[in-house]
């Protein structure tokens, strides 16, 4: 019996999860390592690329045939993922100079570069506008604009989070935006919400959607049908929008670590 075999016939101890890589052919021809997780948390078989590589989650219930089945049927969006990453890959890093544009909630800003006395970013009449001394260096640069696009994902959700309130049982204890490597937002147990910082680069909808979707966990900590429905009843577009995260997600964090960094 082979290590995935085992993976997925003996199911691991409640609360913990089990792995294994296993060597998988795209349909180009090209083989690549597809982490398998048995995870007893998980409710339904779920394929994802990160930063990391690609990773299928495999719930208790499931067989290895139904696991492999799956899997199968998105090879050609495994595939995709995979050569639209290698291709961001060879992009350089943001640094002084660069030509732009910058990302802001879905749309490519023009930017302008302009000396100045002090380090300083800030968003003018639809463009980004840089102001550096002369000595910043390129890691000066990426640190204040990680600082911008905080500041800016701050404010969308200073804006967004009065309409939700009435209908939460407690508030979140804090909201704080940094880069994630595979999830958009999650919730502690002390209720302090997580964001991708990257989320303030994409769709505002978007954005929104991840926030409802971790406020939501305040009402039900878990993703059952109940909880679902206290999503649609805030965001009836979730679907679309998960769907979008999908498709495009991917590209918005590695665009997003291309621009600050890690």
């Known amino acids: 019996m082979s290590l995935l075999q085992r993976l997925i016939a003996r199911p691991p101890p ?101 000396e100045a006395r002090l380090l300083r970013i800030e968003e003018r009449d639809g463009s980004i506008v840089i102001q550096a001394p002369p000595a910043a260096s390129d890691a000066m640069v990426r640190r204040a604009l990680r600082d911008f696009y905080i500041a800016q994902a701050r404010r969308d ?44 680069l994409g769709p505002p909808a978007a954005f929104e959607y991840v926030l409802v979707h971790e406020l939501c966990h305040l009402i039900h900590p878990n993703h059952s049908r109940a909880f679902w429905r206290e999503v649609e009843l805030r965001c009836p ?10 498709g495009d997600g991917l590209a918005l964090k590695a665009e997003m670590k291309r621009l600050v960094g890690p």
């Open 14 to 114: 409640p609360r913990t999860a089990a792995r294994v890589a296993v060597a998988t052919e795209l349909p180009g021809g090209d083989e690549v390592d597809v982490l398998w997780v048995r995870d007893p948390r998980a409710r339904r078989l779920r394929l994802l690329v990160s930063e990391r590589g690609a990773r299928l989650t495999v719930p208790l219930r499931a067989s290895q045939r139904e696991a492999q089945q799956f899997l199968d049927v998105n090879l050609p969006w495994l595939a995709a993922q995979l050569a639209r990453r290698a291709a961001r890959d060879v992009r350089p890093a943001f640094g002084r100079g660069d030509p732009g544009p910058l990302p802001l909630r879905g749309q490519l800003r023009p930017l302008e570069w302009r």
């Open 237 to 246: 577009q979730w679907r679309a929008l998960r769907a979008w995260f999908r």
């Open 157 to 200: 959700v200073g804006r967004w989070l009065p309409a939700y309130m009435p209908g939460l049982p407690r508030a979140p204890r804090s909201v704080r935006f940094r880069p994630l490597s595979s999830l958009w937002g999650s919730l502690s147990p002390s209720d302090a919400v997580s964001l991708d910082l990257a989320l303030v």
